[in-house]
C-alpha cells in the first residue's frame, strides 16, 4: 500500500505548460519531456521540475536541450484523469489537422482547449530544430505495480526503451488509438512511455527522474560519466521485479461506462492470472482471463476506457529473429505469403484471410511491427506505425 502521497489535498497541482527549458552549451539532440497528460497524475510534472532543477545547479557539460511541458493543466489543478474527453485520446491526424486550421476560440470543452495548447507548445520546440528529437512521455498508473516502457514496436524505440531496464510492451500503443506518443511517432520521432508505479507513490516521482537521466544519457545530451548512471538503472531494475525484459499484449478488455466495470480487488500490475480466473465483474457478470499470463494495468479509478490488458512474455529469441527479419526488410514480401496482401499497396498495412494462412502468419506480422488489429468483412487488418528508415 501506498503510504505518502505526491499531493496532499484533493486540490492538484497547478503549473505552466512550460515547465522549464535547459539549453546546452553545443548544439545537440532535443528531449521533449511531457508530464500530466493524465491529470490525477502529477509525479512526471514533479520528476520534471526536479531533473530542470538539478541541471540549473550543477555545472554539468549539457549538449542539446531539454524541454519540460505539462500535459492537461486544467485536470492536474482538478486533480481528475480528465475534466471532458482523455486528453491522451485526442491525437488522430485528421482531428490534429483541424485543430491547426482552427483559431483558439474553437476549442469549446477543457480538453480541447490543452490540446490546442499543448500542440502549439510542442510545434514552437521543433520549429527549427535541426537533429534528432526524442519524446518522453510520463505516466503513472491506478494500481500498485512495477514501472514499464510503452513504443511502438520500431527497432530505434526499442533501443531506447531498453537501457531503461524495465519491462517493455508491445502491441499497446498500437491498439489504443489517439495517443499523443502515436501522434509523435508518426511525425518521424522517437518516442516512450514511461509508466512509473502509482499514482501518488514518491517512489514513482524517483523513478521517472532515473527515467529522464537515463533517456538524457541515450539521447546524447550527457554522458553516462557525468550522472549517477548505474545507479539510476540499478533503481529500475530493482522495481522491475524480475520481470521480462518485454512482454506482449494479448488481450485488451475495452469499457463504456454504461458496462458498470469493477476489477476485482486485489491484483496489482502484472499479477499472475490462471486460464478461468475471474477478474473483474460487468453487467454480463464475471470476467475471466482467457489464458495463463500476467494481469495489466487493472483499472482501480472511475475513469478510463481500457479495463484491463493481459500480456505474455516475448523470449529474447524472438527479438532477435524480429531484428533480422527487419534488418533484411522482409516485411517487403510479406504480402508473398498466402493469404495476405498489401491494403491499396499500403505498406504499413496487410489485409489477412484467415481461412488461408496458416497459423505462424500472424506471429511473424507482429515480428515485422504489424500489431495492430481490425476486422473488415470477416478479413483481419494488420497495420503498424509509419516506419522511419532506421527501422
Ligand atoms: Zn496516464
Request: neutral net charge; proline residues 4%; contains cysteine.
Amino acid at each position: 500500500m501506498v503510504k505518502q502521497v505526491i499531493v496532499q489535498n484533493e486540490e492538484g497541482i497547478c503549473v505552466e505548460r512550460e515547465l522549464g527549458v535547459h539549453r546546452g552549451t553545443k548544439h545537440g539532440p532535443l528531449v521533449i519531456g511531457i508530464g500530466g497528460i493524465h491529470g490525477n497524475e502529477p509525479a512526471g510534472v514533479v520528476a520534471l521540475q526536479n531533473v530542470l532543477r538539478q541541471l540549473r545547479q550543477s555545472q554539468l557539460p549539457f549538449q542539446g536541450k531539454l524541454v519540460a511541458l505539462a500535459g492537461n493543466l486544467r485536470a492536474l489543478r482538478a486533480g481528475s484523469r480528465y475534466l471532458h474527453h482523455d486528453l491522451n485520446r485526442l491525437w488522430l491526424p485528421e482531428r490534429v489537422q483541424l485543430l491547426k486550421a482552427q483559431s483558439r476560440n474553437f476549442a469549446s470543452t477543457g480538453e480541447e482547449q490543452e490540446q490546442y495548447e499543448l500542440l502549439a507548445a510542442i510545434e514552437n520546440t521543433l520549429i527549427g530544430h535541426v537533429g534528432p528529437a526524442i519524446f518522453l512521455d510520463l505516466h503513472t498508473t491506478s494500481s500498485d505495480g512495477a514501472p514499464f516502457a510503452l513504443i511502438s514496436d520500431t527497432l530505434t524505440n526499442r533501443r531506447l526503451a531498453l537501457q531503461l531496464g524495465v519491462p517493455l510492451i508491445l502491441g499497446l500503443e498500437e491498439n489504443v488509438e489517439g495517443t499523443i506518443l502515436n501522434y509523435i511517432n508518426d511525425l518521424g520521432y522517437e518516442a516512450i512511455g514511461f509508466e512509473a508505479g502509482q499514482h501518488q507513490a514518491p517512489q514513482s516521482v524517483k523513478n521517472h527522474e532515473a527515467a529522464i537521466w537515463l533517456t538524457l544519457v541515450a539521447s546524447g545530451c550527457l554522458t553516462a560519466h557525468d550522472i549517477p548512471a548505474a545507479q539510476y538503472q540499478e533503481q529500475l531494475r530493482a522495481a522491475a521485479q524480475g520481470l521480462p525484459s518485454v512482454l506482449e499484449v494479448r488481450y485488451r478488455h475495452a469499457i463504456q461506462d454504461t458496462d458498470q466495470f469493477v476489477m476485482r480487488p486485489g491484483f496489482s500490475n502484472f499479477s499472475s492470472v490462471e486460464r478461468g480466473q475471474p477478474l473483474a465483474l460487468d453487467q454480463q457478470g464475471a470476467i475471466c482471463a482467457q489464458e495463463r499470463s500476467l494481469l495489466f494495468m487493472p483499472l482501480y479509478q472511475k475513469q478510463g476506457e481500457d479495463g484491463f490488458f493481459l500480456v505474455r512474455e516475448v523470449k529474447p529469441f524472438w527479438l532477435s529473429v524480429s531484428a533480422w527479419l527487419r534488418h533484411w526488410q522482409t516485411d517487403r514480401i510479406l504480402h508473398w505469403l498466402p493469404g495476405v496482401r498489401r491494403l491499396f499497396g499500403n505498406r504499413n498495412a496487410l489485409v489477412i484471410d484467415r481461412h488461408i494462412a496458416r497459423w505462424l502468419v500472424l506471429p511473424i506480422c507482429h515480428l515485422l511491427g504489424f500489431r495492430k488489429h481490425t476486422q473488415t468483412d470477416g478479413m483481419l487488418i494488420v497495420s503498424r506505425r509509419r516506419q522511419s528508415r532506421s527501422n
